[in-house]
């Protein structure tokens, strides 16, 4: 039986990546030292800021992020996969991605997948929120082998396209994640659901790391990270918004057994959509 012992790390990330820099250090070593192999943090890690003119200041390449710099020598000093769910990243010609990255036992990078669906939605009590106007979607879905599993990566709003962890799943992901910074609002309505729906109908573990409370810049989010079996099951739970880390034991067996029970990722078929209504006998019925 193949086991793995992993851990989201929930954060409350300011403007400043120094400061969130030290915060994940310390909580990233708690979750090693409680045995977790894997261990991942949420959504924007590097800096929660919503002034766009703010995080233009503090943008960075990916060679030369800070964030990912402090990531890469805190996996290799550990000896851990280290998967920061997501930072903001220069992309050049004054474009920014949503990047999540996953670094190996020995430093080096194992996985990179930029953010493809963009926050575009206008909420209740005048909320409102336009990705699409500081970063550029990425195209390309991602799965990272560990030494045990198989790993899909999502971020945050991913987690409403059924379709991208299908595929995933069907990539062979025993793992999918969506490290976050889901609103309060967002939040307290759809993120357990969510989360177990993706594991139930994919016959997955999910991991989703969250950004949890009253943030520097005013953005306020849910918390709550989670981690759920393949049957849909919540396994950990974060407490609240408060930052902290959250540990399972993953037995791996269990992605194989419950795809065996409920097979649907075998058992779908192609199909069409159509507007109209036909007869039997293949005429059209007004």
């Known amino acids: 039986m193949s086991e793995l012992v992993v851990a989201a790390v ?94 190996g036992p020995d430093g080096g990078a194992v996985g990179r997948y930029d953010k493809i669906h963009m926050f575009d939605v206008d909420l209740d009590n005048g909320e409102s929120w336009r990705e699409s106007a500081v970063y550029r979607p990425g195209e390309v879905a991602q799965t990272v082998d560990l030494d045990v599993a198989r790993l899909g990566m999502g971020i945050c709003y991913d987690i409403r396209f059924p379709h991208l962890f299908r595929d995933l799943a069907l990539a062979g992901a025993d793992i999918l994640t969506a490290p976050a910074a889901f609103t309060r609002q967002t939040g307290e309505a759809h993120w357990h659901v969510l989360q177990r729906a993706r594991a139930i109908e994919n016959g997955a573990f999910v991991i989703s790391a969250a950004q949890g409370g009253v943030h520097e810049d005013g953005r306020e989010t849910y918390g709550h990270s989670l981690i759920i079996d393949p049957w849909g099951r919540v396994i950990a739970e974060a407490d609240g918004d408060e930052p902290g880390v959250i540990v399972a034991s993953l037995e791996l067996d269990e992605v194989k057994a419950a795809r065996a029970k409920v097979p649907n990722l075998k058992n779908a078929r192609s199909y069409r959509v159509e507007t109209e209504m036909w007869s039997n006998t293949g005429e059209r019925v007004a």
Do not use: C, W
């Open 10 to 103: 929930q954060m409350r990330s300011g403007v400043l990546p120094e400061a969130n820099i030290e915060a994940m250090d310390a909580l990233v070593r708690e979750a090693a030292s409680r045995g977790a192999r894997y261990v991942q943090t949420p959504e924007m890690t590097g800096a929660v800021q919503k002034d766009r003119a703010g995080l233009q200041q503090i943008l960075k390449s990916e060679a030369d992020d800070l964030v990912l710099r402090a990531a890469s020598a805190l996996a290799g000093e550990l000896g851990i996969y280290l998967h920061i769910g997501s930072t903001a990243i220069d992309v050049g010609g004054g474009m920014t991605a949503n990047r999540g990255m996953v670094f």
